[in-house]
């Protein structure tokens, strides 16, 4: 989007709003997302009502809890009226007292009900990702009828891509209809004539998100219905959302992933002060882990001093084995998330990494075998006379360091899983600590068994 800075005093917000109105929504957000939240306040407050309903309900909009909390209470209330649902509900979540209070009873019932119930919702499930704002019409309505009816509602709905069809008595859910075999049917037929021949696909209230988002993958769906133990539809997922909560959820396993605590701001906005905290508690911990590593080589301090040229290669074999761990840990932690493995697979997991891990240490112990008569027969280095005995020593601990890393890193998830905890915490950190550590003890043993009565 093409808009020029502001430098002429007489250039207000009122006519930044009033250029703003002829771009596409989500240029709007990003141009906003580049001011501070007092600017972008300023300008939210200019935009006529429907541009700014429109702007609020993009999950993409990093202030709209703070543009909403700055505006004048009415102002405020008409926009989260105005605002589907579930994003309401989002933006609520996030204002404290006594400022979300007030806001709240200032909402219509009908809407302060329908953000109570999402609200109530635990965080990641579908019931709080889903909004009330769906097409449902009786199964006892005509082709026609459903058409008049969407034509009337379409513009309060979050989408009509898919109509539901309820028992006129119960409400329960009988039949979804698909937008595209609506317009195929004939006027005067029955809904249920159009209607897709299977039960309907829906998930209960309280599915996690990514079980959700699997769901509409699996059967293709523009939005799936969230039902009760009852049969009734309390709300809809749709493929938007379910697109801005899985990229949530994978920013939040990458940061995991990293060795530090998630963050959910993007980085320019996060302060001083919140960075240090939430990388900072991680760090320290596995300061404190990597102290093993110092432990276990002063265990170690003897063979070193009778042979210096082990510690070259210290680094060498040790970045190996993190590594070869951190590899099993992402496609792990992956399938997983997936569930191409389960629980009950590790077994199955550790017999198919046990080779790999072998192979893999068989093919970087053979390069550094070759690596170190390089430098020996070049002249570059001089290994010693048992320069031999020593690169048959590199190659046999890369084995054994490269097996142990792809065990531990493919096992690893599946212990934190067990024990409840988020398997992206098997981050690279960790399992590149716990190598080091175990890869000194493997390294030095592989040593004093083959070098034991020549440099040892």
């Not at 700055?70 to 989260?80: D, I, R």
């Not at 709240?104 to 499930?125: C, K, N």
């Not at 009950?344 to 240490?361: F, K, M, N, S, Y």
Request: charge should be negative; charged fraction near 20%; include cysteine.
């Amino acid at each position: 989007m093409n808009i020029p800075p502001i430098r002429d005093p007489n250039h207000t917000d009122a006519n930044l709003a009033a250029r703003l109105g002829q771009e596409h929504v989500a240029d709007i957000v990003e141009f906003l997302n580049g001011k501070s939240a007092t600017e972008a306040t300023a300008i939210v407050a200019h935009l006529p009502i429907e541009w700014a309903i429109e702007v609020l309900d993009q999950p993409q909009f990093h202030d709209a809890c703070e543009v909403i909390e700055a505006l004048p209470q009415e102002k405020a209330v008409m926009l989260l009226e105005g605002m589907s649902a579930d994003r309401a509900s989002d933006v609520l979540r996030w204002i404290e007292e006594p400022t979300k209070g007030r806001l709240r009873d200032g909402l219509g019932s009908e809407t302060r009900a329908a953000i109570d119930r999402l609200l109530s919702y635990p965080a990641g499930t579908a019931g709080a990702l889903m909004t009330t704002e769906f097409v449902s019409v009786p199964s006892t309505w005509t082709v026609q009828q459903t058409l008049d009816h969407i034509r009337a509602v379409e513009q309060s709905r979050e989408t009509v891509y898919a109509i539901y069809v309820l028992a006129p008595e119960s409400r329960r859910l009988v039949k979804a209809v698909s937008l595209r075999r609506l317009i195929s049917g004939e006027p005067g037929a029955s809904i249920l004539s159009v209607a897709n021949p299977y039960a309907p696909i829906s998930v209960p209230v309280t599915l996690p998100r990514e079980d959700v988002a699997r769901t509409i993958t699996k059967y293709d769906l523009l939005a799936v219905p969230v039902v009760d133990t009852t049969g009734h539809v309390l709300g809809i997922v749709t493929v938007d959302d379910v697109i801005d909560a899985l990229i949530e959820e994978q920013t939040e396993d990458v940061q995991r992933m990293g060795g530090m605590e998630a963050i959910d701001e993007p980085y320019l906005d996060i302060s001083f002060g919140q960075m240090i905290k939430k990388r900072a508690g991680w760090l320290c911990v596995l300061f404190l882990s990597e102290m093993l590593t110092t432990s276990a080589m002063q265990v170690f301090s003897d063979e070193l001093s009778k042979a210096i040229v082990l510690a070259l290669f210290i680094p060498l074999v040790m970045s190996s084995g993190g590594n070869s761990g951190s590899q099993a840990t992402s496609l792990i932690i992956r399938a997983l998330a997936l569930h191409q493995v389960k629980l009950g697979d590790w077994w199955r997991v550790a017999v198919r990494e046990l080779p790999t891990g072998i192979v893999l240490g068989t093919i970087l112990g053979v390069i550094g075998i070759i690596r170190i008569a390089i430098w020996q027969e070049a002249g570059i280095f001089d290994y010693g006379e048992y320069w031999k005995l020593l690169a048959v020593t590199i190659g046999a601990a890369l084995i054994g360091i490269v097996t142990f890393g792809s065990l531990a890193g493919s096992l690893l998830p599946f212990a934190l899983k067990r024990v409840g905890f988020d398997p992206a915490t098997a981050s690279a950190p960790f399992i590149a600590t716990l190598v080091d550590v175990t890869g000194i003890v493997i390294y030095f043993s592989v040593a004093w068994l083959f070098l034991h009565g020549t440099i040892l």
